[in-house]
């Protein structure tokens, strides 16, 4: 069974930082993907970031291209997204998820977490 548990978003002025984690457990496949996932209310949900975990390599979103880092623990089985200097557009619900697809399309992936909200005020 995939469990993804999201932690640590919250609440921040522009400009501000926040990290977010996600502890994996279950996954069986030695060559898989796992990505960071947003929706906005009234919005459809849309692919963030993504990473490979054979080679580490990534792939963002051009929204958030130089702002925000996807990284891989993989000894602790846990998925990190670094954002820094966000903005109020960033609000959203933060899911990540795991599958055996590089791609930033949320149908291409299997296991969902339950999702952290970040706010990011004016």
């Known amino acids: 069974q995939v469990q993804l548990v999201e932690s640590g978003g919250g609440t921040v002025q522009a400009g501000g930082s926040l990290r977010l984690s996600c502890a994996a457990s279950?996954?069986?496949?030695?060559?898989?993907?796992m990505g960071w996932f947003r929706q906005a209310p009234g919005k459809e949900r849309e692919g963030v970031a993504v990473?490979?975990?054979?080679?580490?390599?990534?792939y963002y979103a051009g929204s958030v291209r130089g702002r925000f880092t996807i990284s891989k623990d993989n000894a602790k089985n846990t998925l990190y997204l670094q954002m820094n200097s966000l903005k109020p557009e960033d609000t959203a619900m933060y899911y990540c998820?795991?599958?055996?697809?590089?791609?930033?399309?949320?149908?291409?992936?299997?296991?969902w977490g339950q999702g952290t909200q970040v706010t990011v005020s004016s």
């Open positions: 998820a795991a599958g055996g697809i590089y791609s930033l399309l949320p149908s291409r992936f299997n296991y």
């Open positions: 279950g996954y069986t496949s030695s060559n898989y993907y």
């Open positions: 990473i490979a975990s054979a080679d580490g390599s990534s």
